[in-house]
């Protein structure tokens, strides 16, 4: 089963920012946080990920609570682009089993 | 060059039809994985291959067969499939398997079973 839970939809209007939470209560010391996204029909995208200190890149930053439970993707400027399927996933350092929760459908209103 | 490629985009096949899907990748990635994904959910791990050894089989089903002929490749071939197996197949590579790595994904193949 998944280790985290997400909301399933979520709406955001272009320009602002989009804040996707997740909880992932039962992290373990070694796991680190994923985020991808599916654009409809299209292969996951890799977007970022973290172990304990926040992360940021071109396309995002994630924000890990200091209890590493839960964490936050920001988006600093939706587009209408990134209306997409996003996935937190919970990952060990070792052995390599992704599994996908269900996701946040994120819809980006014009 | 970090894209994963797929072929075919599109397969239908019948029951009793024998068929093979290919992934390549060419960013010198010694892991690979097959995924199956349903409509409307998620995708879920079949296989994974690190350093052309099978890893993980995550109790699929023998009629789909996994092989990593060199470390760039990865085929599943397809025999005596159910319509329920009808589903997106996505190939995705990373760099190894510690978990510090991202997996790239490819677009997928859109499989229809009848």
């Known amino acids: 089963d998944a280790k985290t839970t997400q909301p399933p939809s979520m709406d955001c209007a272009e320009g602002r920012a989009a804040n996707l939470p997740c909880n992932h209560s039962t992290i373990s010391g070694n796991e680190y946080v994923y985020w991808y996204r599916q654009i409809h029909s299209q292969g996951p995208q890799y977007i970022i990920h973290g172990l304990k200190n926040n992360e940021t890149n071109e396309m995002a930053s994630l924000i890990i609570t200091e209890d590493r439970k839960s964490s936050t993707l920001i988006l600093p400027h939706a587009t209408l682009r990134d209306t997409a399927v996003y996935y937190c996933?919970?990952?060990?350092?070792?052995?390599?089993?992704?599994?996908f929760g269900k996701g946040t459908r994120l819809h980006i209103l014009p | 060059d970090t894209e994963v490629t797929q072929t075919p985009k599109h397969l239908v096949m019948g029951m009793t039809n024998k068929k093979s899907l290919k992934c390549e990748q060419h960013m010198g990635h010694r892991a690979m994985y097959w995924y199956k994904q349903k409509a409307k959910k998620p995708p879920e791990l079949m296989f994974v291959?690190?350093?052309?050894?099978?890893?993980i089989n995550e109790s699929v089903p023998s009629r789909f067969s996994p092989e990593c002929p060199n470390s760039s490749l990865l085929n599943l071939h397809l025999h005596a499939l159910q319509p329920e197996d009808s589903a997106l197949y996505l190939c995705?590579?990373?760099?190894?398997?510690?978990?510090?790595?991202?997996?790239?994904f490819g677009p997928g193949t859109r499989l229809t079973v009848l």
């Open positions: 291959y690190s350093y052309e050894k099978l890893s």
């Open positions: 995705a590579s990373s760099q190894d398997i510690t978990g510090d790595n991202e997996q790239f």
């Open positions: 996933i919970v990952r060990v350092g070792w052995g390599d089993k992704i599994i």
